[in-house]
Nanobody, 115 residues
Framework: QVQFVESGGGLVQPGGSLRLSCAAS????????MRWYRQVPGKERELVAT????????DYADSVKGRFTISRDNQKNTVYLQMNSLKPEDTAVYYCNVIAGLFPWGQGTQVTVSS
């Protein structure tokens, strides 16, 4: 079955960096677009970043453009999110998926940006 296991979150001060990882299984990872989302309690899940199957094209929400970088390793069935210059408003639970609603969500990884 399809599974996503997100990791790498934590508590970081404003201006700091984190690298999130998402290990995927249960489907042919190298043939699909992958996305990172985030969710704050009481709000809808927000699309943060997208990467094409080969990794040649990426796209970002305006709120993270220039600070976050999405990448993937198709040999390891893993997608990454490098987050730099973190802000308190980046605090959320971060998830990966092919596209919202297609496969069950993983447990996510909590990112907290606070001094």
């Amino acid at each position: 079955q399809v599974q996503f296991v997100e990791s790498g979150g934590g508590l970081v001060q404003p201006g700091g960096s984190l690298r999130l990882s998402c290990a995927a299984s249960g489907f042919t990872f190298s043939t699909v677009v992958m996305r990172w989302y985030r969710q704050v309690p009481g709000k809808e899940r927000e699309l943060v970043a997208t990467i094409t199957d080969g990794g040649g094209r990426t796209d970002y929400a305006d709120s993270v453009k220039g600070r976050f970088t999405i990448s993937r390793d198709n040999q390891k069935n893993t997608v990454y999110l490098q987050m730099n210059s973190l802000k308190p408003e980046d605090t959320a639970v971060y998830y990966c998926n092919v596209i919202a609603g297609l496969f069950p969500w993983g447990q996510g990884t909590q990112v907290t940006v606070s001094s």
